[in-house]
């Protein structure tokens, strides 16, 4: 998760959007486009109209002729529709990925090494557009498109309209680039969605215990001196025994997770711990809300 020194600064998100639409015109300019991997996207149907147009045009219609040329008219019916607000940013974005696109040259960083494509093109792309939701905004296309589809088809939501939308994109690039290609290409997909969603949600994981004993007090005393964590006691009922009891529940980094196990073993050899996975963790001890 990305940490500021203070509050947020009103151009923060422009700069992000800047630096996400800069690394995902990396992606596409050094790795997706010359392996020929397409992901979805009115970039991915770019990369498309790109080869079916080499025939008549010297190195094929570029890719931010193309991309800008399919992105105003779906921008004009957003403008109609969902107004000026709904459209700044991404409509900001989508200019900046166009502009990179024209700028950044094309490269074969891979090497025609299609696994090396996906791979550090799905990573590079990942950051870019984890950047852009970070800042509120979207690089337009099939995204914008299945919000305005979803105004008439409301019985569907607007991820499945655009999963639909992708898939089609995906489809016809496998029909260009072949079967091998495209396979790559669900790669590179998968690599993005798990790198911008950790990019969101935050890369700082943290542990979250529950703890059933029967000296909860003595226990939950030890665990907030020696840990310096929080501890909250939640009152239940064990419905086999009957019997009235308190769950401690705390929540601390992944080393300490270790120390925590080993307070437990030793205060109570007979304790029901449980030990999940928190995500992402905001407050006091952790990640503090005007750092975020």
Not at 45 to 55: D, F, G, N, Q
Request: aromatic share 10%; hydrophobic share 50%.
């Amino acid at each position: 998760m990305i940490k500021w020194l203070g509050k947020k600064p009103p151009w923060a998100d422009y700069l992000l959007i800047l630096a996400g639409t800069g690394c995902m015109g990396l992606g596409i300019q050094w790795f997706y486009d010359p392996s020929g991997l397409v992901t979805g996207g009115f970039t991915g149907i770019a990369i498309i109209a790109k080869l079916a147009s080499l025939s008549f045009v010297s190195g094929g219609i570029p890719l931010w002729l193309t991309n800008l040329a399919l992105n105003i008219p779906v921008f004009l019916i957003a403008l109609k529709v969902k107004g000026k607000r709904f459209v700044g940013r991404t409509g900001i974005a989508t200019v900046l990925l166009s502009a990179w696109l024209y700028l950044i040259p094309s490269m074969d960083m891979a090497q025609q090494d299609p696994l090396l494509a996906a791979v550090f093109g799905g990573v590079i792309s990942g950051v870019g557009i984890g950047l852009v939701l970070l800042a509120r905004a979207t690089t337009g296309g099939t995204d914008l498109m299945a919000v305005l589809i979803q105004k008439k088809l409301r019985h569907y939501s607007v991820v499945q309209i655009m999963q639909v939308i992708d898939g089609m994109v995906v489809l016809a690039g496998l029909y260009a680039f072949g079967l091998k290609t495209g396979l790559y290409a669900v790669i590179a997909i998968y690599i993005v969605s798990k790198v911008s969603d950790a990019l969101m949600e935050g890369m700082k994981f943290s542990k979250a215990a529950y703890i059933i004993t029967d000296h909860y007090d003595e226990m939950a005393k030890v665990l907030m001196e020696q840990l310096n964590r929080g501890v909250t006691g939640f009152h239940a009922k064990g419905m086999y025994s009957q019997n009235e009891k308190c769950i401690l529940y705390c929540v601390v980094s992944k080393k300490e997770i270790v120390d925590l196990k080993e307070i437990v073993a030793k205060l109570d050899a007979k304790a029901f711990v449980i030990v999940s996975n928190a995500r992402e963790v905001l407050g006091e001890g952790f990640i503090e809300y005007g750092r975020i």
